[in-house]
């Protein structure tokens, strides 16, 4: 089955510098990466996700890359805000199954 | 107010009792799932259903039942053969896609926090 890596554990950067998630995942089938963000006590959200037919997709501050070749993923945030402090998910599906595998999570701390 | 609604947010129980968390979407939604959210270990899939009538194991369906009479509900019940039982659980739902695509954005619920004491 599907196997998602997701690095660093935990991640500790200054208001207005950059952060950046890496993940990769094992089966080469699958074509859909969402990356959701979990702030302290609440839900899992969907910030952003990509498809296998794209490189790279931008939404405001924040982006993510695919590269199929190498079957690794990452998310990128310029500019980074106190609010931005959570734990972000990577996940990977492929299209015989309808489900996600998610990567481990990664502890963002943005320090004002 | 459209949404998933999972209940009770917090719940203890004693070793040896099974117990059931509910969960309920009025999103219309075909597809929902369960997970299960331990510190460190990101979100491991218990169960999941796409259809009334239908429901297929996760990655970690021991010691765990589900049913889906209704589409709007996805109830799990951990029983007393879950060895570690304590942990946040979460329900999800999405729309199934078609074509090359299978999987839509997963609505989660709030959580339920279950403690065996």
Redesign the interface.
């Known amino acids: 089955?599907e196997n998602v890596e997701?690095h660093p554990?935990t991640l500790s950067v200054q208001e207005g510098d950059s952060a950046v998630i890496k993940c990769t995942y094992s089966d080469s089938a699958s074509?859909?990466f969402?990356w959701?963000k979990q702030e302290l006590g609440?839900?899992?959200?969907?910030i952003i996700?990509i498809?296998s037919n794209v490189g790279e997709k931008k939404d405001q501050r924040i982006a993510v890359t695919l590269n199929k070749t190498a079957k690794h993923f990452s998310l990128h945030i310029t500019e980074t805000q106190p609010e931005d402090s959570a734990v972000y998910?990577c996940a990977a599906?492929?299209?015989?199954?309808?489900?996600?595998?998610?990567?481990?999570?990664t502890m963002l701390l943005v320090s004002p | 107010d459209g949404g998933i609604t999972q209940s009770p947010k917090y719940l203890f129980r004693k070793e040896g009792q099974n117990v059931t968390l509910s969960c309920e979407q009025n999103l219309n939604h075909d597809a929902m799932y369960w997970y299960r959210q331990d510190p460190g270990q990101g979100l491991r899939l218990i169960y999941y259903s796409q259809i009334v009538n239908d429901f297929q194991k996760g990655d970690i369906a021991e010691g765990y039942s589900v049913s889906r009479e209704k589409k709007e509900s996805f109830p799990l019940t951990v029983t007393s053969a879950q060895k570690n039982p304590t942990a946040f659980y979460l329900c999800a739902s999405s729309i199934i896609q078609g074509g090359s695509f299978n999987t839509g954005e997963l609505f989660f619920g709030e959580g339920s926090r279950l403690t065996v004491l």
């Not at chain 1, 609440?42 to 969907?46: G, H, I, T, Y």
């Not at chain 1, 599906?93 to 999570?105: A, D, I, Q, R, V």
């Open positions: 089955g997701q554990s074509n859909y969402p959701y609440k839900r899992p959200q969907l996700d498809r998910f599906s492929n299209p015989l199954k309808s489900t996600l595998t998610f990567g481990k999570g």
